[in-house]
């Protein structure tokens, strides 16, 4: 039995199977503007309940700035799916990278092409001495591995920077050239801490001499000049903000390095208003002359609330570069009390933001746990700049269901989501993931295909072709 509220935004299906124990429901979904409810009989006889009284988009941010409003229906581009666009098209997952080593744990990152070699150069959160998630703060490492394919798999060359160094977001500067990592930590582990020993093989991270042909690890220190200490710079008014990101690795000859550490977020401006806590970068640099440069992180929320350590959404925009100086933007005001707070949005938890525009100029982020409901979370903004307007979907954009390696799987853990974007159109997803009962033991770094040409079938993308032949 179903009922169905139409003067709801989200359709609102309540199935109730109480009243028949034999005749169970077996699913109710929310596709191409229906509301299907499919029952399954106990010899398997099966009919379905179509109702086209559906909530309808009045322009194109009804859609999600996925796709356009025509005549009160949201046409999605091939990428997203649903009836107002929130469901990323996905296909078939994989492991992306796995390591340097058989039993290594890896925590995400993406890559950029380079023309010049003809590779996709990822660069992604390592553990070493086969530690797992658990010894982020002192065993995470950044790393620079090279595929022949956007998808992988990605084989290890060399460490860009030794522990501590987490969550690396990679970009390419248009106006220099210059290849950017965005991340935390800058290179160096903190008071009193050392990296922890998680196999019997080695007390320290392992070198050539114990897996022969791999470069050593303390030998990153070479590739970089100038590192930084881990205590946080700040500017202008205290308190001083953490330091715990806001780092960027820049190299200005290619994919290879030598990489300089810079803090870039610095000076920052009106910091008494800022929340205590930054964390997990991105940035999103400018396409043409004028635009201003976003560097989205997670952190908690303005004074007073500042001495709370839950994750949300934030914000900064530079109108001088990725250098900065840096401002917090989308400033929202207490209707009452009149206080001004700064920040983008606190409707819960929220972290690892991904900073995207489509192929239309709008900016939108992925990111993790918002609304401390479900794994992959989507906003947008109406504004072009990115800067104010921001929308955030009540749905997920995608779960922790994945299609991994041929098997339909339900993930332990599914977080850092960051994309590949050719002509501002999504290709891959990336994450960092642990397989199913990992219980945040090892995890690895996943990529998903996100489909353009059709609806995934058995959980992989159809081709072009394909995709015509299916509504021939």
Not at 32 to 50: D, E, K, P, R
Not at 195 to 203: H, R
Request: charged share 15%; hydrophobic share 35%.
């Amino acid at each position: 039995i179903c009922f169905y509220c139409p003067g709801c935004l989200y359709s609102l299906l309540i199935c109730v199977d109480q009243l028949v124990s034999k005749l169970p429901i077996m699913r109710a979904v929310v596709e191409g503007g229906c509301v299907l409810c499919v029952f399954s009989a106990m010899f398997g006889l099966t009919f379905g309940l179509t109702l086209n009284d559906t909530w309808r988009c009045s322009s194109d941010d009804g859609c999600q700035l996925n796709g356009l409003c025509v005549e009160g229906i949201c046409r999605c581009d091939p990428q997203w799916v649903g009836v107002n666009c929130s469901k990323l098209n996905l296909g078939a997952s994989t492991v992306a990278y796995s390591g340097m080593q058989p039993n290594t744990s890896t925590w995400g990152g993406h890559p950029i092409y380079d023309p010049q070699t003809k590779l996709w150069h990822g660069y992604f959160a390592e553990f070493t001495n086969h530690c797992d998630l658990g010894s982020w703060t002192t065993n995470s490492i950044t790393v620079h591995a090279v595929s022949a394919q956007a998808s992988g798999p990605y084989q290890f060359v060399s460490v860009v920077q030794p522990a501590w160094s987490h969550n690396p977001l990679v970009s390419r500067d248009p106006a220099t050239g210059d290849i950017l990592i965005a991340h935390i930590g800058c290179g160096r582990i903190g008071v009193g801490k050392k990296p922890k020993n998680c196999t019997d093989l080695a007390e320290h991270p392992i070198t050539s001499e114990e897996d022969s042909g791999r470069p050593e690890v303390d030998g990153a220190h070479k590739l970089f000049s100038g590192l930084p200490p881990c205590e946080c710079p700040h500017y202008g008014q205290l308190p001083a903000v953490s330091c715990q990101t806001l780092q960027i690795l820049r190299s200005g000859t290619g994919p290879d390095g030598p990489w300089m550490d810079e803090t870039v977020a610095w000076p920052l401006m009106n910091t008494s208003q800022w929340p205590s806590i930054l964390s997990n970068p991105t940035l999103l640099l400018p396409t043409r002359p004028g635009q201003v440069t976003l560097l989205g992180f997670n952190g908690n929320t303005a004074p007073p609330d500042n001495v709370q350590d839950r994750a949300h959404a934030g914000l900064l925009v530079s109108h001088s570069g990725w250098r900065g100086p840096y401002d917090l933007v989308n400033i929202s005001k207490n209707t009452t009390t009149g206080e001004l707070r700064h920040y983008l949005d606190r409707h819960g938890f929220a972290e690892d933001q991904v900073l995207f525009r489509d192929k239309r100029g709008h900016v939108h982020m992925l990111m993790h746990g918002f609304y401390d409901e479900f794994e992959g979370a989507h906003g947008w903004s109406t504004d072009p700049e990115g800067i104010t307007g921001w929308e955030f979907s009540a749905t997920p954009a995608y779960t922790l269901e994945a299609n991994l390696d041929g098997e339909n799987v339900r993930l332990w853990s599914r977080q850092r989501p960051q994309v590949v974007t050719e002509g501002g159109e999504l290709t891959y997803l990336f994450n960092g993931a642990a397989s199913p009962n990992a219980n945040h033991g090892r995890t690895f770094s996943m990529v998903t295909e996100i489909c353009a040409h059709g609806t995934a079938v058995n959980g992989r993308c159809p081709s072009g072709d394909m995709a015509s032949s299916l509504f021939i």
